[in-house]
């Protein structure tokens, strides 16, 4: 009979867990399986003393990740939602990667601004509008009014619409000067033969038929390229690359942040998954201290 007893009361003990405890509010269920000499001694009001064990139900909860606020938490701070998951190095890392990826960005981004302003003062002392224009009124047959004051710069000494509108009539320019100061001036006179002329240290040649027509080609001035020029380029080549790394790191940053996203709201969804141990606990129950086999079943939801 005792025996019929207990098995009854191994019966009921979910549906007495369940309302007692709801798992909704706890997320978190524990039964115990006893040995064969606990079944024996056991007598009398069973299930209240084995309601009155210690331990008989975990305490321990396992608390609820929202895998949609760890995703906003790393989208925002990469690793932050890592860290939310209980993920603490993959959070670590995801947060170095930014730290490291905006430290390059920065790092390259300036000395791109250092090198444009070392090469955009370079083409101002040595390359002038008004010796292109010039070429062009000697050589080409242009009529480009150039202002004879010496004292102002040179893009304020040449009719800009002028010279645009003569470029347009030549079969081999590929390009229009574009206004002084802006990104695509500074690229110009420095990337494009037909802009060769401007620069301080080219002559040409005092035969303008040589100048204009050299093997059948678009004139002497695309192949006799100046020092200045090439220099030039190359400088202004390499602020190119600087902010090209700059620009590879931006897009690190950008990656770090999507991926993080994602990540932690995969970590978090995980952490709501059912976690399963079993463990041997020394418990204490109505006839004494006795090591009793337990399994804990953890259900996260």
């Not at 002497?220 to 220099?231: A, G, K, P, Q, T």
Request: proline content about 5%; hydrophobic content about 35%; aromatic content about 16%.
């Amino acid at each position: 009979m005792e025996k019929v007893k207990y098995i009854l009361m191994v019966m009921l003990m979910p549906a007495v867990s369940f309302a007692t405890n709801p798992p909704f509010k706890s997320e978190s269920l524990s039964y115990s399986i006893f040995d064969q000499n606990v079944m024996g001694y056991c007598s009398g009001s069973v299930l209240d003393g084995m309601e009155s064990r210690d331990g008989m139900r975990s305490n321990t909860t396992i608390s609820r990740k929202s895998p949609l606020l760890a995703g906003f938490m790393s989208a925002a701070i990469p690793g932050a939602g890592e860290v939310y998951a209980g993920r603490w190095w993959r959070g670590i890392m995801h947060f170095g990667v930014e730290l490291a990826a905006w430290g390059f960005y920065f790092h390259y981004d300036s000395r791109g601004d250092s090198q444009t302003r070392l090469f955009e003062r370079y083409a101002n002392q040595h390359w002038s509008v008004v010796k292109y224009a010039q070429w062009l009124n000697d050589y080409l047959g242009a009529n480009i009014n150039i202002n004879g004051d010496t004292s102002l710069p040179p893009w304020e000494r040449v009719n800009w619409t002028e010279l645009n509108d003569f470029e347009k009539t030549v079969p081999h320019f590929s390009h229009r000067l574009d206004p002084y100061g802006t990104q695509q001036y500074y690229e110009m006179i420095g990337k494009y033969p037909q802009f060769n002329r401007g620069w301080e240290d080219s002559t040409p040649h005092p035969d303008p038929s040589v100048e204009v027509s050299v093997n059948n080609g678009p004139g002497l001035y695309y192949h006799d390229i100046s020092e200045m020029f090439l220099f030039y380029s190359g400088k202004r080549g390499y602020a190119n690359t600087l902010y090209a790394r700059a620009h590879n790191a931006a897009i690190v940053v950008f990656l770090n942040h999507f991926i993080s996203a994602f990540h932690a709201a995969y970590l978090a969804h995980r952490f709501n998954e059912t976690h399963f141990t079993v463990d041997i606990e020394n418990r204490n129950d109505i006839y004494g201290e006795r090591f009793v086999p337990t399994v804990r079943l953890r259900v996260g939801f």
